[in-house]
């Protein structure tokens, strides 16, 4: 069964950063991505990030491209993978949900992650 557990969140002045962290295991082999989307009330789920479990190709949505870093520490069965957020501005308010799916895409400055499983989500605030 697979299980996702995020940490990492909180409250921050624009500006500053934090690093969300996502423990991830009991995958089956269908699983070739591990990405973040979040959600902001009121506002439909977004695709921020994602890594290739196999080569750790990296893909963001376009406004967090610069901003944004994802990364990952791959173990025979647990995976754990960091989102590193510099320059947080109040737009990037959200719940920020970790998730598994079999791809992502860039897709007209979106990013488009068939997510299947996603763990519990951890807070972002952003806010002077």
């Known amino acids: 069964q697979v299980q996702l557990v995020e940490s990492g969140g909180g409250l921050v002045q624009p500006g500053g950063s934090l690093r969300l962290s996502c423990s991830a295991s009991?995958?089956?082999?269908?699983?070739?991505?591990i990405g973040w989307f979040r959600q902001a009330p009121g506002r439909e789920r977004e695709g921020v990030s994602c890594?290739?479990?196999?080569?750790?190709?990296?893909?963001?949505r376009d406004s967090v491209k610069g901003r944004f870093t994802i990364s990952r520490e791959n173990a025979r069965d647990r995976d754990t993978v960091h989102l590193q957020i510099d320059i947080l501005n109040p737009k990037d308010t959200a719940v920020y949900y970790c998730?598994?799916?079999?791809?992502?895409?860039?897709?007209?400055?979106?990013?488009?992650?068939?997510?299947?499983?996603w763990g519990q989500g951890t807070q972002v605030t952003v806010s002077s």
């Open positions: 009991g995958f089956t082999s269908y699983v070739h991505v």
């Open positions: 998730a598994t799916a079999p791809g992502c895409a860039e897709v007209s400055g979106a990013l488009v992650i068939p997510y299947d499983y």
């Open positions: 890594i290739s479990r196999s080569d750790g190709s990296t893909y963001y």
